[in-house]
């Protein structure tokens, strides 16, 4: 390659970032420099699908004009405002979301990360119960990588910052896929709730202020729970007076089929999380919460630039996109479609051992067995790395490549030529893996 000023420059720069790309699969070398809707190209003008909606934001599917218009219209007539006065985007906005959260959650907080909207609903959480100290998450929970929401994700490999951390208790949860020994997936819901009660009266000093959940677990496996979880741990909150903490970053704005899997799952959350989606593209995140909890004290919460008005205006029009393309009902679609096609190469593939929704949170669990179960990270690194130079980028569950599931969680509204053709390279690099007992 001819070296210019531009890839000099490029290359100084890589060199001058702290935290290195290093997935393992060659992803660091990808430099996007354009998307539209379920595309994305490189600086060599390659096209790739995107089946990653970039970490699952893009729901609306990347620069939807009518987001990129609102944004170009806001930054006309401010850009900044300090977090005492206010602007006609943070109104409209908090109408809006307080307009489609579910019932009973009436008012809006913002900030522009999904890791700091969790430090949010974790304070207001701590806030209205004054007398405890924990908050529990579930195993393999992923809430954030900042200095406090890292000690509620998954056990970090290399968590070096502990004693300066939160207090954080993990509780096991069901796996329908992998149910505790003995036990159909209803009953190891039943155990599983049995431990979170007796983990808030017996299992932590200090008293326990919220159990904090994925209504879907994204980046610890993509599990949904038994029915009965969703309801059982509502239960238990009431019983032992104990805030839930629904985080939908991942799951809401249509993900699911629906606008959030609180409503997909028929459970009412104390304190609501939402991110990545809402902004369309733009950074922006935020808590949702009920009517009975009561408003922090003047200076407990207050972020320089977490009511950003180009993200408020962003925020605003994609809302109403959602709305207006009804991508509720596509992500269900073409939710649908693609379980069935996966559900097909199941039946002639063995190392995909489980197939998940729902919606068009989609996903794969590879093994190298169907017997055991033993997960097959090998084959997820392999797919997802094979995929890439197909043109199809596909994501995979944890830190580090340690994870066996290949996720497919493109834009809702993403054209079924392109999610087809998706599946179909995926199809062929499974056979090809299959073929040489790559796993």
């Not at 991508?327 to 002639?348: I, K, N, P």
Request: with cysteine.
């Amino acid at each position: 390659m001819q070296r210019t000023p531009e890839t000099t420059a490029a290359e100084t720069g890589r060199r001058a970032l702290l935290a290195r790309r290093t997935s393992g699969r060659g992803d660091e070398d990808i430099v996007l420099t354009r998307a539209r809707g379920s595309r994305v190209w490189d600086t060599a003008g390659r096209e790739y699908i995107d089946c990653t909606s970039q970490a699952w934001s893009n729901n609306l599917g990347a620069n939807d004009p009518r987001v990129v218009e609102a944004a170009i219209a806001q930054l006309r007539e401010i850009t900044h405002v300090r977090p005492v006065y206010s602007s006609p985007p943070l109104f409209e906005l908090s109408a809006k979301l307080v307009e489609v959260a579910p019932a009973g959650l009436d008012r809006v907080s913002y900030s522009l990360h999904g890791s700091t909207a969790v430090e949010t609903a974790m304070k207001v959480a701590l806030c209205n119960r004054p007398d405890a100290q924990n908050i529990l998450v579930l195993h393999d929970a992923y809430h954030g990588r900042s200095l406090a929401t890292m000690a509620a994700s998954w056990p970090h490999p290399r968590n070096r910052f502990g004693p300066v951390q939160p207090r954080f208790t993990r509780v096991p949860a069901p796996n329908p896929y992998r149910p505790r020994i003995g036990l159909d997936p209803e009953s190891d819901s039943a155990l599983c709730l049995d431990l979170l009660r007796d983990t808030i009266r017996k299992g932590v000093d200090g008293g326990v202020a919220a159990v904090m959940m994925e209504p879907v677990q994204g980046n610890g496996g993509h599990i949904e729970f038994p029915r009965t979880w969703y309801s059982g741990v509502r239960q238990v909150c009431d019983e032992e007076n104990v805030l839930l903490i629904l985080d939908e970053i991942q799951t809401g704005f249509g993900r699911l089929g629906s606008m959030w899997g609180a409503e997909h799952y028929n459970v009412a959350p104390d304190i609501l999380v939402f991110g990545k989606a809402v902004g369309g593209g733009f950074p922006l995140a935020g808590v949702l919460v009920a009517e009975h909890i009561e408003d922090f004290a003047p200076g407990d919460d207050q972020l320089t630039f977490g009511e950003f008005p180009v993200s408020l205006a962003a925020g605003l029009a994609t809302i109403r996109a959602i709305e207006d393309d009804d991508l509720c009902a596509q992500s269900r679609e073409r939710g649908d479609h693609a379980t069935r096609r996966l559900l097909e190469m199941q039946r002639r593939h063995p190392l995909i051992g489980d197939v998940r929704c729902p919606g068009l949170m989609v996903a794969i669990e590879l093994v190298k067995d169907r017997t055991t179960k033993k997960p097959s990270p090998v084959a997820a690194r392999e797919i997802a790395r094979r995929s890439t130079e197909r043109g199809v980028l596909f994501g995979e569950s944890r830190y580090a490549g340690i994870g066996d599931i290949i996720k497919i969680k493109p834009p809702l509204d993403i054209e079924y030529q392109l999610l087809d053709r998706a599946l179909d390279v995926l199809d062929d690099v499974i056979g090809e893996l299959e073929e040489k007992n790559v796993c």
